[in-house]
């Protein structure tokens, strides 16, 4: 059974959290595609060329520490706007995507371009200060010393570079449902995305 759930949305919106629920629930792999471009910025930074390390990745890239810093993800979406860095990455996620047994991705361009036949598109949003205060708490556990304020301007600087960039840019596909998490706990987000997906399935 081919079956695939595509999530998007901006930074902290709560994308990952739905994701693994959903694909827990319904018994479907996980794919989150954010890991592939910070694993990419990880080598940059180290000072690999982008388009080699998107091309050169392997399993034990996602497993270094430091990938989910605010450093890792500034990077990530300086080398997301290249065409040929996502284009290295395509086939990887389409083959994912289509695996038999079902498959729930989230990032950013899943229901747009890497999956546009998707049988269900979900577009995460919340309000900027709640997924500034989310990422934050996030942060802080992980004892990375920043300011709330420092958070918020980071992600708007990083949306804004992820919907104005010209190649596969973030914004919901035409047929994408919206659920906006800002007032929602986890636990009701989770369910108001397992009911739509199992709406979808009949
Ligand atoms: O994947 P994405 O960056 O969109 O967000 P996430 O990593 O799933 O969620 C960011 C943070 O918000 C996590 O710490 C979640 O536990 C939290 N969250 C929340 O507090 N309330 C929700 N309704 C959803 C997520
Ligand atoms: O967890 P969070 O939502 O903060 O970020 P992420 O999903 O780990 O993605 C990090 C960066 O990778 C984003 O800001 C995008 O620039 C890029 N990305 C993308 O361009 N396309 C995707 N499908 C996933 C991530």
């Known amino acids: 059974m081919q079956f695939t759930v595509a999530i998007d949305g ?12 959903v694909a827990a629930h319904f018994g479907f792999a996980y794919l989150d595609t954010g890991l ?11 000072g690999m060329d982008p388009v080699a390390a998107a091309k050169a990745l392997l399993p034990q890239d996602f497993e270094r520490a430091g990938l989910r810093t605010a450093k890792v993800g500034q990077a990530a ?27 729930v991705l989230d990032g950013r361009d899943i229901g747009t371009v890497i999956c546009p ?12 200060e709640v997924r500034a ?7 802080s556990a992980g004892n990375e010393a920043v300011s709330e304020a420092d958070v918020l301007a980071q992600l708007r600087e990083r949306d804004a ?12 596909a035409d047929d ?5 998490t800002s007032g929602m706990s986890i636990d009701e987000a989770v369910a108001q995305a397992v009911a739509l997906i199992a709406a979808r399935m009949g």
Request: glycine content about 6%.
């Open 10 to 21: 901006p930074a902290a919106a709560g994308k990952g959290t739905i994701a693994k629920a």
């Open 36 to 46: 592939l471009y910070r694993a990419t910025a990880r080598k940059v930074l180290d």
């Open 77 to 103: 979406s300086k080398i997301a706007a290249l065409p040929k860095v996502r284009a290295a990455l395509v086939g990887f996620q389409q083959q994912f995507a289509r695996r038999d047994g079902g498959a």
């Open 117 to 128: 036949g998707a049988e269900v598109k979900l577009f995460v949003t919340a309000s900027d």
């Open 133 to 139: 205060h989310r990422r934050w708490l996030e942060l």
């Open 161 to 172: 570079r992820d919907r104005e960039r010209a190649t596969a840019p973030l914004k919901p």
């Open 176 to 180: 994408a449902l919206l659920l906006d």
